[in-house]
């Protein structure tokens, strides 16, 4: 069944309009009894049903909802030295399906992209459509939002909010180091937060290191093999879903 994230659902009913009325009626071709997932701002997902179709609008009423959660039980919200090409694309597509819960873009040393206020602008707008698109077919409950932050200082700023801060860093991985990362997930709870950054193609220099670990993150290897900047993300991600939804 298709999955339209909407505002409300108020006495078992729903009405939708816009984007995702033009995609039941136009395009998916719905008609009256049709059912679909429903999935509201508090993450809770119902099974509807098309009740009404207006001219301009769909009115579905709820038939049941589901009590499992598909979220992973940790808040992971990416970091993202910028990369170059559409890489932060497929980032957001792909973490999106393997579970983070948010993603930030910000200009690192050795980023070759650089974004201006307008550019940065349309870049958003694109990632979280991206992001919704990914959810939708991927079955989430909740939307990941997308942010572009103006420096690396501002990045720096942001790291007291998170329980745990962890940062991927190559010399890490090619000094052997292989425990830090389940460490940290061992540590962790259902329901805290972690940053986990990730620098651009040619990695981190070392003053953003020292500033890094001098704000509370942990380096962390990710394997003895030396991953693209776009896959990074992916591996992490699929060690968390190991960690805290398949072990």
Known sequence: MQRYFIEEVKDETAIITGDNFHHIVRVMRMKLDDQVYLVTPDERTAIAGISELGEDFVRLTVLSWKSESTELPIDITIASGLPKGDKLELITQKGTELGAKHFVSFPAKRSISKWDGKKAKKKVERLDKIALEAAEQSHRSFVPKFQHVESFQVLIQSLADYDYVVVAYEESAKEGETAALATVFNQMKPGESMLAIFGPEGGFSVE?????????????????????????????LAAASYAFELS
Request: hydrophobic letters at 40%; a positive charge.
């Open 208 to 236: 953003e290191i020292d500033k890094l670990e001098a704000n509370k993150a942990l380096k962390v290897g990710l394997g003895p093999r030396i991953l693209r900047t776009e896959t990074a993300p992916f591996y992490f």
